[in-house]
């Protein structure tokens, strides 16, 4: 194959392909979508369990959810941009903290 990225490495093939101008949306929308089911089941689940949610039940819910992902992804994000040490920290202190947090909120969330 003579041309522009006969000589490239494979990862640059990967981008071409991945990096698309169509995936990158596509892969989000996708993201959204799986979301939207985990919540829908996510309801479904507890009304099964017979734990009521009002609307402050499901706004702490949402906060204690954003910390588990935002520590997640910023420790990734440090192990990523060569500060694994960083990125273990990270999520160690504030994966413990969310988990401490977490329990208190399954307790809250069982009070009827």
Do not use: C, H
Not at 49 to 61: E, N, P, V
Not at 89 to 112: D, E, P, Q, S
């Amino acid at each position: 194959m003579n041309g522009l990225l006969s000589n490239a490495p494979a990862l640059m093939y990967f981008d071409v392909i991945f990096g698309s101008t169509v995936l990158k949306p596509l892969f989000w929308m996708i993201m959204g979508g799986l979301l939207i089911l985990f919540f829908s089941g996510l309801r479904l689940w507890f009304s099964d369990q017979g734990i009521a949610m009002r609307w402050w039940k499901w706004a702490l819910f949402a906060a204690w959810f954003m910390g588990v992902y935002v520590t997640i992804a910023g420790g990734f994000t440090l192990v990523g941009e060569n500060e694994a040490r960083a990125g273990l920290y990270f999520m160690g202190v504030f994966g413990t903290l969310l988990i401490i947090l977490g329990a208190g909120l399954w307790r809250i969330l069982n009070t009827k």
